[in-house]
């Protein structure tokens, strides 16, 4: 027999998920060109050449010993090339801060398994990535959902302020933001960090920032560690170097944290606790030798002004979004029903309903040019039909 919550939970199953098993469904049927999939961000950029290069030189001439085990938080080399990366004028990250992790995942569960006892609670601001219910739920905690303001999805102080309980033991945010897009600027990010100071305990501010160098039109995101005091940053370099499959990221607890010592020794255990003992020694060594590469956005931002034309000229409402590569748009009707009605036209978008924010759609434009352009036609159908278009 399997667990109660196991079973419930393949009975529900990830909605992005089923979309892109429905993608490969229809591939099957029409062939590969002719599906329109924006279901999944799977970065389709290659990484950038300086992370082939470091990956041949280590694998033809390995350091002696380099696939032994490690200390738990990972090489220090590694973790001080990080911690250099993310300090700032003001703030100076220690190597100690830094816990080597599974890729971004592996550090919210590291993060989360440290900081919860049972029934505290997390808040949440919706939209939201629907795994954190799952990283919260592995550790007994409670996820809390505060919605964000409609349309900008930026944070709502009060309505953060009015969720906080005698529980509460942290808020996740992540900007850029799956799947909204929406960049936080430095104002909200210190507004959020005075207000939960304002609190005679500690509340944790878990920073996801999977998507941090994926910020266009020349901008960029602040950094949180030099505005929030409790900040832990859960990172990976899955969509900045395009390697989701290499399992390689990182925690960093802010040397201001008023739990510093304690709260780093903490996630290290849990990092071993939890099975993954340290990350993929070759990716740390490969992140070390190539600290400063990135995948060219440039890329990203052409293909998001495309799918936002295409949008825009169905008839959608849609804001442009700052950073990520998603675009979430108004659905004209169900969110649910208006997936349906995509797939009909063989177009494969998440329902908002899959990040606790119902009416809208999302769609990945980490897609290839062709797919993008190769859609419009559907688009403009399925917006004549709800008479958004003529
Ligand atoms: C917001 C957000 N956080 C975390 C993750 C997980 O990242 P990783 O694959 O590095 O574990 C994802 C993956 O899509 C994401 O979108």
Redesign the pocket.
């Known amino acids: 027999m399997i667990s109660r919550k196991i079973t419930a939970s393949i009975q529900s199953g990830s909605m992005i998920r089923k979309m892109f098993e429905e993608g490969n469904r229809l591939k099957g049927i029409y062939g590969e060109d002719n599906v329109y999939d924006f279901s999944i961000?799977n970065p389709d950029l290659e990484p950038p050449e300086e992370v082939v290069r470091s990956l041949c030189a280590l694998t033809a001439s390995p350091a002696p010993g380099m696939h032994g085990y490690m200390s738990n938080n990972g090489y220090l080399s590694t973790r001080t090339a990080v911690a250099r990366s993310i300090s700032t004028a003001s703030v100076t990250v220690p190597p100690e801060a830094i816990c080597m992790t599974v890729?971004?995942?592996?550090a919210?569960n590291a993060v989360l398994k440290s900081i919860l006892d049972p029934g505290d609670e997390v808040i949440l601001l919706s939209p939201f990535?629907m795994?954190y219910i799952n990283y919260i739920e592995n550790h007994c905690g409670v996820a809390v959902i505060v919605p964000t303001d409609p349309d900008t999805f930026m944070p709502n102080m009060d309505r953060i302020d009015a969720a906080i309980g005698p529980k509460t033991k942290a808020i996740i945010i992540?900007s850029p933001n799956?799947p909204s897009g929406a960049l936080y600027p430095k104002e909200i990010l210190s507004a959020l960090n005075d207000r939960l100071l304002s609190h005679d305990r500690v509340i944790h501010i878990i920073s996801?920032e999977?998507?941090r160098e994926l910020v266009y039109d020349g901008g960029s995101a602040p950094s949180t560690i030099s505005v929030i005091k409790n900040l832990i940053i859960?990172y990976?370099w899955?969509?900045s170097l395009s390697l989701?499959g290499e399992?390689i990221?990182y925690s960093a607890v802010s040397p201001e944290h008023e739990d510093f010592e304690l709260l780093t020794q903490a996630i290290v255990l849990a990092n071993r606790i939890l099975g993954s003992v340290n990350a993929p020694a070759l990716f740390q060594k490969v992140i070390e030798f190539s600290i400063q590469a990135k995948v060219d956005i440039t890329n990203y931002e052409e293909r998001r002004n495309l799918l936002y034309d295409i949008l825009i000229g169905a008839g959608f409402t849609v804001s442009k979004p700052a950073g990520a590569f998603y675009l979430f748009a108004r659905s004209p009707e169900d969110d649910l029903e208006f997936c349906k009605r995509c797939a009909e036209e063989r177009i494969l978008v998440v329902p908002g309903s899959a990040f606790s924010c119902p009416g809208y759609f999302r769609l990945a434009f980490c897609a290839s040019e062709k797919t993008i352009r190769g859609s419009a036609d559907a688009f403009r159908v399925i917006g004549r039909s709800y008479g958004l278009c003529d």
Do not use: H, I, L, V
């Open positions: 961000g890729g971004a995942a592996g919210m990535f795994e992540n799956n996801d999977p998507y859960c990976s899955s969509k989701p399992r990221g």
